[in-house]
Every structure is written in structure tokens, then in C-alpha cells.
């Protein structure tokens, strides 16, 4: 499982936080630092998504209140929840790892791709 053994808030910060609900009525899962993850379709087709990604959004929810340096029981349920739900796990390992190699993933910063 994705979440076992994470103890460091980098690693946390890969994991869902919220979603974006786009005009089509899709949701976008993003990461704590607001980088997308993947996208639901109406029908619950999941689609990962690039983490420099545009998302055109109308509305944004939050999973949880944040983390923390060691986060609660109840967020580590709903994270546990939501990954294992949507399949995210394989995402969310390729990303660790690219982390671990010492690359960073890019953000969309509202004008350009930022890292």
C-alpha cells in the first residue's frame, strides 16, 4: 500500500487533498501542492493527469484540513480512502519515486510551468 512507512511530509504532500470540479462536471484530484493527479469522469473512468496540467475549474473541494508533520488518523483514512478507490497508488509510487531520484515534479504556477 502507497501510504504504509510514510513518515515525511514531502512524501504527504504527493497525496490527495482536494478536487477541482470542472465545467463538464468531471473532477480533478490534486495534491497538496495543487498539482493534479487524476480526473473522474462522469461515468468513473479515472485518467491520470500530467502535474503541470491547466485544470479550468468552477469549483474546489477539500479532502481533509491538511497534514501536519504526522497526520491524524481520520486524514490518513480518507486519503487511504480515495487511493484506493480511484486506483492511484501506481501514480502516486511513480511520482515518489521520481522524488527519490531527486527530480521535481512540475507545477502549473497560473502563467507558466514551474518547478
Same mark, same amino acid.
Given at each position: 500500500?502507497?501510504?504504509? +512507512?510514510?513518515? /515525511? ?19 480533478? $484530484?490534486?495534491?497538496? /501542492? ?5 480526473? *473522474?469522469? @462522469?461515468?468513473? %473512468?479515472?485518467? $491520470? %493527469?500530467? #502535474? ?5 475549474? *468552477? ?8 497534514? +501536519? !508533520?504526522? #497526520? ?5 483514512? $480518507?486519503?487511504?480512502? $480515495? *487511493?484506493? /478507490?480511484?486506483?492511484?497508488? #501506481? ?10 531520484? +531527486?527530480?521535481?515534479? #512540475?507545477? !502549473?504556477? +497560473? @502563467?507558466?510551468?514551474?518547478?
Amino acid at each position: 500500500m502507497f501510504i504504509r +512507512g510514510m513518515r /515525511k511530509q514531502a512524501v504527504w504532500h504527493l497525496c490527495p487533498y482536494g478536487e477541482w470540479i470542472e465545467l463538464c462536471g468531471s473532477r480533478v $484530484i490534486f495534491d497538496r /501542492k495543487y498539482r493534479p493527479i487524476a480526473r *473522474i469522469w @462522469n461515468d468513473e %473512468v479515472v485518467e $491520470i %493527469v500530467p #502535474p503541470d496540467q491547466y485544470i479550468a475549474y *468552477i469549483e474546489q473541494r477539500y479532502f481533509h484540513g491538511g497534514f +501536519g !508533520w504526522s #497526520p491524524d488518523a481520520a486524514t490518513r483514512k $480518507i486519503v487511504t480512502e $480515495i *487511493i484506493t /478507490k480511484y486506483w492511484l497508488a #501506481p501514480e502516486l509510487q511513480r511520482r515518489r519515486a521520481l522524488m527519490r531520484r +531527486g527530480e521535481r515534479l #512540475p507545477c !502549473w504556477n +497560473g @502563467n507558466r510551468v514551474a518547478t
